[in-house]
């Protein structure tokens, strides 16, 4: 036994060792700080959508993002179990505010605008009807907010990558934290364009919002921390709109699981204890 | 499926059959009556988890293709429909992007068991050639399946691995022009792709076949790298001990696996995928998926492209020829000190490799890369023959039963334990 360790030990200690140097040489290279770790109700084993932060969240998106942004989901996805949950009437006036493109021409052989409807996706915005438009103007198409949160994610270095995956810590909110920190990050009042965590600092998107621009119904104070808040919310559940479903679904997976893992060995000592 | 069934039909339907196509027999000998070594431990219990697993990824394929569609501007929004229209959708598309990853967990384990005790010696040849050969698969398997979501990562992991071949002199260039079915990675490539990774698991299918009749008839090694010699003594029969070990062990695997799935299911996931494939826009750090990162770092290491080539190939084709690499006459490490200490640094290497591959190329990792891949090559080339030579290796038991009882003994005795 202790011959086994020694021949382990050594080893994994000089892998330590290039690991950490290596790494270290690493980190001096990083020029933009880390997003740092918010606390959100849709993480850990038991994490749940907050619906109030999430309708606040689409109020943010439709009266700031949508200007440049798209957000291809589906409108009934609004009023799914475990998102927004507007009633059904409210996804449908909403639905119907929206002008559409219809999928197939009229019998004029035209292409007409028509109501949106539940079944419908939200249109991209007015003023860009194609990413081309959008890069015209910007030089760079804003990115489709369907996806967003799924699609940032950043180094988080050795150790911590493992932690990371493990119970209890594990950390899959990096898109919401990217997403909060990116809005905060326009620290150069005289500079819109300087974003404290974004690569290099020179993000094309200038500080798109500012306390008092939302109203909000609810009580809750129209703050920028609130809108950068609750907008990271709300794009974290367009990105994975099942999140509820699937960790409902694993608990009760997981019990499963540890009950028959259990079951099985006994009935593995009680097969193997009839030997000698 | 050798000489061990002792099969007799019960009914008289059951004997009419067995005449004519003694198939029941056939699964009796391999899955019932087989003898395993009492020895063998949890570590064996990864060739059923891998069996498991290999039918889970054919299913939650076969679902995920009925409703995916292999096109280049349809692709990227059909998986989004999966994972937000289909019923359970999600879930399966989860089970099997995770599942992979599971996948080669599962045959890691398996492989480096496998060289830790010396399965791959005599009688066991052609057992480990034909799993070197499921690993090559099942890497391509890999390969292909990254490349369907057609995300930004997929086609820049497409764009670079078909630009290996471009490294080959005079033909490389028609090669590469000949696998996109164009000038670059586009449509064909990608409808090309799924035809091929729904083809390579029945191929996967086919050559385990042929790994599991390999072992059934060399039997199974074990911690103690001695063959059977007395099958009363030595084994118990595979139903139920065996079979309810493997329950037990795959058990804890999907315990695992579920947590992946339920509750870190993006963790694996290159965030760069989650944006559609766009030929200007190369993502920034362009990484494989983890199960290939050690061969990546081996390519990098090496400043010659074509030279990089071979020595990524080479780091794979070596493993077949291991059994012959290998001259030292005793399996397991447990007999060998001087290989176990070389197996962990051969292990280490492979983990280092893996790490360095998933970083940005710099002076320090290039310098670790190279020293790491010496580590891996030097261990194929030089520790195994040399080893055989000059260590002396410990006594090792007449029997898989003197084992046994030897162990007991230990136990027994207080002043043993370490």
Known sequence: MLRLKTSFLVPAALALLVV?????????????????RQSWSFSGIFGKFDQEQLQRGFKVYKEVCS????????????????????????????????????????????????????????????????????AAAFGKAPPDMALLAKSLKYERGFPWFIFDALPFDQYQEMGADYIYAILNGYTKPDDPQWNLYYPSHKIAMPAPIADGAVAYTDGTPPTLDNYARDVAAFLSWAAEPTLEERKNDGLRTMIFLFVLSALLYFTKKRVWSGLH | MSGNSTYVPKSA????????????????????????????????????????????????????????????????ASIEHIMRDVNYG?????????????????????????????????????????????YLLMMAEGFFGYVLPWGSMSFAGATVITNLFTAIPLVGTGIAHWLWGGYAVGDPTLTRFFSLHYLVPFMIVGVVILHVWALHVAGQNNPDGVEIKDVERDTVAFTPYATIKDLFALSVFLIVYAWFVFYIPTYLLDADNS?????????????????????????????????????LFAAIVLLAFIPWLDSSPVKSAKYRPLFRFFFWVFAVCCVGLGWLGSQEVSDATTLAARILSIGYFGFLIVVLPLLGLIEKTKPVPASIADAILAKKGEASAPSAAS
């Open chain 1, 20 to 36: 950490s140097a290596s790494s270290a040489l690493a980190q001096d290279e990083a020029e933009q700080p880390n997003p740092p």
């Open chain 1, 67 to 134: 200007a440049c942004h798209r957000l291809s989901i589906p409108f009934r996805t609004l009023g799914q179990p475990g998102g927004p949950e507007f009633s059904e009437a409210q996804v449908k006036d909403l639905a119907a505010s929206y002008q559409v493109v219809n999928d197939e021409p009229n019998d004029k052989g035209e292409i007409f605008k028509r109501p949106g409807m539940p079944s419908d996706v939200l249109p991209p915005p007015d003023s860009f009807p194609n990413d081309q438009a959008a």
């Open chain 2, 13 to 76: 339907f059951g004997r009419w059959f067995e005449a004519r196509l003694p198939i029941m027999g056939l699964v009796h000998s391999s899955f019932v009556a087989y003898p395993v070594p009492r020895n063998i431990t949890y570590l064996w219990a990864f060739g059923a988890i891998l069996s498991f697993m290999l039918i889970a990824q054919i299913v939650t394929g076969i679902v995920l293709a009925m409703h995916y569609i292999p096109s280049s501007t349809l692709a990227f």
């Open chain 2, 90 to 134: 999600w879930l399966v598309r989860y089970l099997h992007s995770n599942g992979a990853s599971m996948f080669f967990f599962a045959v890691y384990v398996h492989m480096f068991r496998g060289i830790y005790y010396g399965s791959y010696k005599a009688p066991r040849e052609v057992l480990w050639i034909l799993g070197v050969i499921i």
């Open chain 2, 275 to 311: 944006v559609v494939a766009n030929p200007l826009a190369t993502p920034a750090h362009i990484v494989p998926e983890w199960y290939l990162l050690p061969f990546y770092a081996i390519l990098r290491a090496i400043p010659n492209k074509l030279a990089g080539v071979v020595a």
